[in-house]
């Protein structure tokens, strides 16, 4: 399984950006898929997650109400579509997938086996 985080780049603060993450593998239908990011000397932190059917999302307070997962698994793609962005949302943003993770595992980075490259993203003031 291979993940291919894209969309990232420079944007001001208020604006939006939409990130995808393509999985190969027949697998991604099957698997939670989380978004999680890392801003420099810091660790790694959750963002999102949904669950293998879009039934259930779950996301960091600090993006609810600002940040929306989908995934369309005929496309084996899952996004990330982030609005009234702040600089504080400056990080290299990773997806990460799982076919076995419980819902309250979603947002622990050390539940998901497969990950993504990161793709960078930096808000402006």
């Known amino acids: 399984v291979q993940l291919q985080a894209s969309g990232g780049g420079l944007v001001q603060a208020g604006g939006s950006l939409r990130l995808s993450c393509v999985v190969s593998?027949?697998?991604?239908?099957?698997?939670?898929m989380g978004w999680f990011r890392q801003a420099p000397g810091k660790e790694r932190e959750f963002v999102a997650a949904i669950s293998w059917n879009g039934g259930s999302t779950h996301y960091a307070d600090s993006v609810k109400g600002r940040f929306t997962i989908s995934r369309d698994n005929a496309k084996n793609t899952v996004y990330l579509q982030m609005n009234s962005l702040k600089p504080d949302d400056t990080a290299v943003y990773y997806c990460?997938?799982?076919?076995?993770?419980?819902?309250?595992?979603?947002?622990?980075?050390?539940?998901?086996?497969?990950w993504g490259q990161g793709t960078q993203v930096t808000v402006s003031s």
């Open positions: 990460a997938a799982d076919p076995f993770l419980e819902a309250y595992e979603f947002g622990s980075s050390q539940e998901y086996e497969y």
């Open positions: 593998g027949r697998t991604f239908s099957r698997c939670a």
